[in-house]
């Protein structure tokens, strides 16, 4: 067969039918604004009810985990996150998702060696990565602050 | 084998069985399925256990249409998308058949077909031989992709893996008690692993469709034959973006499919309703279609000869993170109406 490698994945590349960019994008801006409103009302109900504002802000930030956290857990979040796309994804609800989400998958294979071993399956490398520059920026500031 | 492998006698499919899961069901080749589970767990409380029951009961249903038990069998080629390929082990494979565990990624229901031919021909005490290969999308995706609940968007390139299961029971067509109408095997064409640097987990028709051109290329200039000679050329699952590039490389290459080219991944999912993308894909996919569409064509004598050749694209996970691309493979079969029906229209 009359095959060249080079031209063969470039004529894939370009035919390959792209994801809708501008559709996406528009429900991603939706959905993803959609969840920082209800944020957005979460915390005035929370300063309301009269916590600090800095109680009030983690408190939106457990509220948006624990609702994604269910949704996840009753099969909902991956029908929306269908549409929504990075709408869903960049929130803190994203990232919710990515740690229930092989929890569930795994726990035919026992908490142990199942949930337990791979529930950051998806969500470890921002975990190791978010705790490790964070250690790095502490010295930073650290030897910074000695100079200063 | 270069060369293409001619049965001297023909190998009869003289029964076969296929179900789905629920997606497929709904697809618009939904009725023709055996049997359908729209949980997709086959009485089973885990998806990979699901699978190995799904493989268990396409054999049994098959025994039961030929009107042998499994004892009667003499050997059996089996073959899915798990690690070491445990539905089949675990499933058919633990019916007390003498066992061979396939593993050709989505090719593995045309690779078995080969296989079973070639033991039929080799061994005169092999009389019955049964192929079943099976694919679970839910226990595919855990181990090849993301969690099931993972809210991700799939690129439009990306495929389906079909829960579904075909077996097929085979023996040499001159068996006296065999009915004459069966289709016949009656030719093979070995594939080759060819590398087309395709290294998109998300586009895999685009990895296999230089294997199938390269098998039909290497069948029609090996036979002399033409595309005008045979009703259908069947591929397993390039889905519509692989199924376009095979026609293209085939063009290049001089070869017209005359609108003879059909795709079971294509068949399989009706891409308005079902959010399948490309369209479907899986060991089960080709050999649930075979079973369910082509097979009773070639029955009834509505098609008289067809190439089959499933594609499996040969992706690891592992091999793709070290720079590895995805190999395909596409191994062919030559099938072909029994004796028509005394009576019957041909």
């Known amino acids: 067969?009359?095959?060249?490698?080079?031209?063969?994945?470039?004529?894939?590349?370009?035919?390959?039918?792209?994801?809708?960019?501008?559709?996406?994008?528009?429900?991603?801006?939706?959905?993803?604004?959609?969840?920082?409103?209800?944020?957005?009302?979460?915390?005035?109900?929370?300063?309301?009810?009269?916590?600090?504002?800095?109680?009030?802000?983690?408190?939106?930030?457990?509220?948006?985990?624990?609702?994604?956290?269910?949704?996840?857990?009753?099969?909902?979040?991956?029908?929306?996150?269908?549409?929504?796309?990075?709408?869903?994804?960049?929130?803190?609800?994203?990232?919710?998702?990515?740690?229930?989400?092989?929890?569930?998958?795994?726990?035919?294979?026992?908490?142990?060696?199942?949930?337990?071993?791979?529930?950051?399956?998806?969500?470890?490398?921002?975990l190791l990565f978010a705790t490790l520059s964070g250690a790095v920026y502490g010295v930073v500031y650290y030897v910074v602050g000695l100079f200063l | 084998m270069r060369s293409i492998i001619r049965f001297e006698t023909p190998v009869s499919i003289y029964a076969h069985a296929s179900a789905v899961g629920g997606a497929e069901a709904d697809g618009p080749l939904g009725a023709l399925f055996d049997f359908h589970d729209p949980t997709d767990r086959f009485g089973a409380d885990t998806w990979e256990k699901g699978e190995e029951s799904l493989s268990r009961a396409v054999l049994n249903l098959a025994l039961s249409r030929a009107g042998q038990s499994q004892d009667e069998i003499d050997l059996l080629f089996s073959g899915d998308l798990q690690n070491q390929c445990v539905a089949s082990s675990a499933g058919c494979g633990s019916m007390g058949i003498p066992y061979c565990g396939l593993y050709g990624a989505c090719s593995t229901s045309c690779e078995g077909l080969l296989l079973a031919s070639l033991a039929l021909s080799a061994s005169r005490e092999t009389r019955r031989v049964a192929v079943?290969?099976?694919?679970?999308?839910?226990?595919?995706?855990?181990?090849?992709?993301?969690?099931?609940?993972?809210?991700?968007?799939?690129?439009?390139?990306?495929?389906?893996?079909?829960?579904?299961?075909?077996?097929?029971?085979?023996?040499?067509?001159?068996?006296?008690?065999?009915?004459?109408?069966?289709?016949?095997?009656?030719?093979?064409?070995?594939?080759?692993?060819?590398?087309?640097?395709?290294?998109?987990?998300?586009?895999?028709?685009?990895?296999?469709?230089?294997?199938?051109?390269?098998?039909?290329?290497?069948?029609?200039?090996?036979?002399?034959?033409?595309?005008?000679?045979?009703?259908?050329?069947?591929?397993?699952?390039?889905?519509?973006?692989?199924?376009?590039?095979?026609?293209?490389?085939?063009?290049?290459?001089?070869?017209?499919?005359a609108g003879r080219h059909r795709d079971c991944g294509v068949l399989l999912f009706d891409p308005l309703k079902a959010d399948v993308h490309a369209g479907g894909s899986g060991c089960g996919c080709s050999a649930s279609v075979l079973s369910a569409l082509f097979l009773p064509a070639l029955e009834r004598g509505e098609l008289r000869r067809i190439l089959f050749l499933a594609t499996g694209a040969l992706m690891s996970p592992s091999n793709l993170l070290q720079g590895g691309s995805i190999l395909g493979i596409a191994p062919l079969v030559v099938l072909e109406a029994g004796k028509p029906k005394k009576g019957g229209t041909t």
């Open chain 2, 132 to 257: 079943v290969t099976t694919s679970h999308n839910a226990a595919a995706e855990r181990q090849f992709r993301l969690p099931l609940e993972y809210g991700g968007q799939r690129t439009p390139t990306a495929q389906w893996t079909a829960t579904a299961g075909g077996a097929f029971l085979l023996a040499r067509a001159n068996e006296p008690t065999l009915d004459p109408v069966a289709p016949r095997i009656t030719a093979a064409l070995v594939g080759r692993a060819l590398d087309s640097g395709v290294k998109d987990g998300a586009n895999m028709g685009a990895a296999m469709a230089p294997a199938a051109a390269d098998t039909i290329l290497r069948f029609f200039s090996l036979s002399g034959e033409r595309p005008y000679d045979y009703d259908r050329i069947v591929t397993g699952d390039l889905g519509a973006e692989g199924s376009a590039l095979l026609v293209e490389l085939l063009r290049e290459n001089g070869l017209n499919l």
């Open chain 1, 1 to 126: 067969m009359n095959f060249d490698r080079r031209r063969y994945l470039d004529r894939v590349k370009e035919r390959e039918r792209r994801s809708p960019l501008f559709k996406n994008c528009f429900f991603a801006f939706t959905f993803g604004g959609g969840i920082c409103a209800l944020g957005q009302l979460l915390l005035s109900l929370y300063l309301y009810a009269g916590l600090s504002e800095r109680d009030a802000g983690t408190l939106v930030t457990v509220t948006l985990i624990f609702l994604s956290a269910v949704l996840t857990g009753v099969g909902a979040f991956d029908n929306v996150a269908r549409v929504a796309g990075a709408g869903t994804l960049v929130p803190v609800t994203g990232f919710a998702n990515a740690v229930v989400s092989p929890a569930l998958d795994c726990k035919s294979e026992g908490l142990v060696m199942g949930v337990g071993a791979k529930i950051f399956a998806i969500a470890g490398p921002v």
